[in-house]
C-alpha cells in the first residue's frame, strides 16, 4: 500500500484488524459517477467494481447488498429470496445513519450497525475486485473471497443487466 495515500477509515481498520491484504486506489470523485467513473479512470472492467448498497425491507430493517458495478439489483428477486413483501434502497440520510458512511462512500467493512450482508454470488468468481474503502473517491482492491471469509454474506442471484 503506497503510505503517502493511506486513509484510516472504519472499514480499513476492519479490514487491518482481520490482517486482510488489500490495495489502495484513490481516484477523482465524481457526483452521481458510480462504479463508471472509477471503471474509466483505472481502466478496469466495471463488472470487477462492486457496489455497495444500504436497502430495506418493509420493515424498515436495513441491510447490505453487494452487486457488479455494471449490474443492477431485481429488488422483487431479492425479496422473494429473503421471504418478505418489499426491499428497496434506503434514503441517503437513512443509509448514512445505518453505516456510518457518506453515499458514494459506503462500504461493507465497518459499519456503524451490523447489517445482514447479500452478495452477487458471481462476484466470488472474479480474481479480484474494487470495492469502496470508506470515503468517496476512494477504493481498495482485494480477492472476493475475503469479503466472505469477514462479512458472511449470503449468496444470492439477483443481478440484472
Request: proline residues 6%.
Amino acid at each position: 500500500m503506497s503510505k503517502d495515500r493511506t486513509y484510516v477509515t472504519p472499514a480499513v481498520r476492519f479490514l487491518r484488524e482481520r490482517e486482510v491484504e488489500f490495495s489502495e486506489h484513490p481516484y477523482q470523485y465524481v457526483e452521481h459517477g458510480g462504479t463508471a467513473t472509477f471503471a474509466k479512470q483505472y481502466h478496469v472492467d466495471e463488472h470487477m467494481v462492486v457496489k455497495t448498497l444500504i436497502m430495506e425491507d418493509e420493515g424498515k430493517r436495513p441491510f447490505v447488498v453487494l452487486m457488479h458495478g455494471d449490474r443492477e439489483v431485481s429488488t422483487k428477486e431479492l425479496a422473494r429470496v429473503m421471504r418478505v413483501k418489499k426491499v428497496g434502497p434506503c434514503t441517503p440520510e437513512t443509509a448514512q445513519k445505518h453505516s456510518g458512511y457518506m453515499v458514494g462512500g459506503t462500504s461493507p467493512f465497518g459499519t456503524r450497525k451490523a447489517m445482514p450482508v447479500y452478495m452477487e454470488e458471481t462476484i466470488l468468481a472474479l480474481p479480484k475486485i474494487y470495492i469502496n474503502g470508506g470515503r468517496r473517491g476512494y477504493l481498495i482492491a482485494m480477492d472476493p473471497h475475503d469479503i466472505a471469509k469477514t462479512l458472511q454474506p449470503k449468496l444470492v442471484r439477483v443481478g440484472i443487466e
